[in-house]
């Protein structure tokens, strides 16, 4: 339209010409940007721009470091899927980040603050913490150029053996759904979509690509699927991983079952679901459910690139699935905030981080042996022998595709076997003994530990002998339940020189203790990151109270699992090899069921060698006065005294002991409760409804019946303080 055009026209006519042309020039603006609109919308308003390539690049991602021409800029990390700049989609810039922003491969410049395991964060007991931690890295990440982290890992612990459990938070589904999903909300926080993983049953790292594991519905239902349906719904994570193994025969991937049917129909979930690296098979997982494959360079095919877009065209997935599987991408993107708040990396201050990774550590650590209060040490001096672990330098982390290397670590080659991927054996800079030197008023003298006969030549003269003993856990690889190196050994041999040895434990993993009756102390530091050195300092000395609890029972051997042979260790080679025969798959029976870690002692009469909920405090606490209220709803409450002469924390916890029916223990509730010396509280604790109910499968529901339930409050799975018990009604819960 031109002035020609509007000579004469009349005023109205000139306006709505005006407005006309405006309109034209910019069709349909940009309507998808009003962020005042609700995420589906907004993901809604941009597909019916966007064609069939522009979502199909949506589902797909590269690994960066094999990817063939990498744009500028590009930082090595897990993973990244491309922006679309036309319509203001950001890059999806994705990292490991399960205890920190992973770093294994990006050489000696970079760093980033490493979290204390994911079992020393679950030893907290505490949501707050969790969620401190998540925002931390959340903030890491965006600092340093990412805003999708595959963080948020919810495996339950159904085997101590299992080389990833320091990833997760533990055996029962309360404790880690509920961490896990407090850590969830705090790296989302930074606009950022953190990734509940690895969905499901991906319980042993020995043959995990091939295994498949067997469990009845019921039994899933109320065990590893109940911790992802606390995590997800109390998270609302913008992602969700699925795993590698198989369930009943089919990928985790490509399940129906797992992807469709509970996780978006039952609970509802409206995020996007992507693959593990490497864990797509054929386009059958997008029937299935994913919605995204990850790391496309090293499956045998992009699936999710031309043969969908082929599948979409003759029909065979209707396009209006593969848009659903961009809107769940897309509505993550606006959800989250990555689309509206861009990434502008800067800013790292790892010293400031580190301060939140140090809280979680000293309140994670576990306190298992304390004869004759050996601990705390002796502020007024004397001489410490410190024994073994590299105590010197640093403190060990677990290896794997999580790995968080600080600047300044000390590592060591992995084990022979091992996957070679993930930086070795690397120490995080904060040496235990050097935090000890710095806090002892008398003599702190080091030994390696390698020489047995030294080590106990040290021990002898010294006050009290501290044996650091360490087990590098990772990826890929399931560990042995017993101390490797000779460090049992070594232990008895500082034991037999010295009455006063205390054992500090740095494992990913519970360990089997021979020597247990002959030491007076045990710690279970775990691995305690950025600042574990100074954390373990801190309890030795009882500068803060030995606060942690076990998120997993230990054992006293290997025949007191549900399994005594880790399955498949016949079958699976180590991760990394290679050989000319595909390994033959192999099947898990998870005849346990739902029976996990506490439960499956309860259940067969057995006593661990330190069941979950255990840890000692420096303080002791008295329980009284139970009262418990039934009805719809179960709480109890009680009271709770420091009886002691120093300020403590205690982690009071409500289990059911039996329902109507029959006998079966589960944790309902638990509270974190800090106390001075003689103070009272009235602890309040209600447990969650869910964890009341059984799966019913006729129903396809929660199902709770009706009559007498007995409780106990108490300070771990294996101890009750208080019994008491309550009558509640009947109820149904949705799927
Ligand atoms: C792990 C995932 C990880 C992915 C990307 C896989 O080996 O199982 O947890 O997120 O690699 O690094």
Request: net charge negative; proline share 7%; hydrophobic share 40%.
């Amino acid at each position: 339209m031109t002035l020609k055009h509007l000579a004469g026209a009349s005023c109205a006519a000139i306006i709505l010409a005006l407005g006309f042309s405006a309109w034209a020039a910019k069709p349909a603006g940009e309507p998808w940007r009003d962020a005042r609109l609700s995420p589906d919308r907004r993901a809604d308003l941009l597909l019916d721009r966007m064609t069939l390539d522009d979502q199909i690049a949506l589902l797909h991602g590269h690994m960066a470091v094999l990817m063939k021409s990498r744009p500028p800029g590009l930082i090595q990390s897990a993973g990244w899927v491309p922006g679309q700049p036309k319509y203001g989609i950001p890059a999806q810039s994705e990292s490991d980040a399960s205890l920190g922003v992973a770093n294994a491969g990006r050489g000696d410049g970079d760093d980033a603050t490493p979290l204390p395991s994911g079992l020393a964060l679950a030893s907290t007991f505490s949501p707050e913490l969790a969620y401190e931690g998540g925002a931390m890295i959340g903030k890491e990440a965006r600092q340093k150029g990412f805003n999708v982290l595959l963080s948020g890992g919810a495996n339950l612990a159904r085997d101590p053996r299992n080389g990833r459990d320091f990833e997760y938070l533990g055996e029962d589904p309360l404790l880690g759904g509920k961490l896990d999903a407090a850590s969830i909300r705090g790296i989302q926080s930074n606009h950022i979509v953190s990734t509940a993983k690895h969905y499901a049953l991906n319980d042993q790292e020995t043959g995990r690509q091939i295994l498949s594991a067997e469990i009845d519905e019921a039994a899933l239902r109320e065990s590893d699927l109940l911790e992802f349906k606390i995590a997800i719904e109390g998270g609302h994570p913008g992602s969700v991983m699925c795993s590698y193994n198989r369930l009943h025969g089919t990928y985790a991937c490509e399940n129906p079952f797992l992807l469709t049917d509970v996780l978006k129909h039952d609970w509802g979930y409206p995020g996007y679901v992507m693959s593990d690296w490497g864990a797509v098979h054929s386009l059958a997982a997008a029937k299935a459910g994913l919605d995204q494959e990850s790391g496309q360079e090293i499956d045998k095919q992009v699936f999710f690139d031309a043969p969908l877009k082929a599948a979409a065209k003759d029909g065979e997935i209707p396009a209006r699935q593969v848009r659903q599987m961009a809107h769940r991408v897309l509505r993550s993107l606006f959800a989250e905030g990555l689309y509206d708040h861009p990434l502008a990396p800067g800013g790292l201050d790892t010293r400031a981080d580190s301060l939140v990774s140090g809280k979680v550590a000293e309140q994670g650590i576990v306190l298992l042996k304390n004869e004759g209060g050996v601990l705390p040490l002796a502020a007024s001096g004397g001489r410490i022998a410190v024994i073994g672990g590299h105590a010197d330098v640093g403190v060990i982390s677990g290896g794997g595709s999580s790995q968080v290397i600080p600047k300044g670590s000390f590592k060591l080659p992995p084990p022979k076997g091992s996957p070679g991927w993930g930086g070795g054996i690397v120490f995080h800079p904060s040496s235990p003994m050097k935090a000890m030197q710095a806090r002892a008023k008398g003599q702190v003298e080091y030994t390696d530990g390698t020489d047995p006969a030294a080590a106990a030549a040290l021990a002898k003269g010294a006050d009290v002998a501290i044996v650091f003993a360490t087990q590098w856990n990772s990826e890929g690889v399931d560990g042995p339940l017993q101390l490797t190196g000779g460090q049992d050994a070594l232990i008895e041999a500082v034991a037999a020189a010295n009455p006063h040895t205390i054992v500090v434990l740095e494992t990913g993993n519970p360990v089997l203790m021979p020597w247990l009756d002959k030491v007076q102390g045990v710690l279970e530091a775990w691995y305690p990151g950025a600042l574990g050195g100074e954390a373990i300092a801190k309890v030795l000395y009882g500068d803060v109270d030995a606060s942690g609890r076990l998120p997993i029972s230990f054992p006293k051997s290997e025949d007191q699992l549900p399994r005594p042979e880790l399955p498949g260790l016949k079958n699976a080679l180590p991760e990394g090899t290679t050989t000319a025969q595909p390994e033959p798959p192999f099947d898990v029976h998870y005849t346990e069921g739902s029976d996990v870690g506490y439960r499956w002692y309860a259940a067969k009469g057995m006593t661990p060698l330190f069941p979950f909920g255990y840890g000692l405090s420096y303080t002791a606490f008295r329980y009284g006065g139970l009262k418990a209220a039934g009805g719809k709803g179960l709480s109890v409450s009680f009271t709770l005294t420091n009886t002691g002469k120093r300020a403590g924390i205690e982690t009071p916890q409500l289990y059911l002991a039996s329902g109507p029916h029959r006998t079966q223990q589960r944790l309902l509730a638990f509270a974190r409760v800090p106390l001075k010396p003689g103070e009272s509280r009235t602890v309040t604790l209600t447990a969650d409804p869910l964890l009341l109910a059984d799966w019913d499968e006729a129903g396809h529901r929660w199902k709770r019946d009706a009559g007498r339930y007995q409780l106990f409050v108490g300070k771990s799975a294996g101890a009750a303080e208080l019994k008491g018990g309550a009558t509640l009604t009947a109820e149904t819960m949705a799927p």
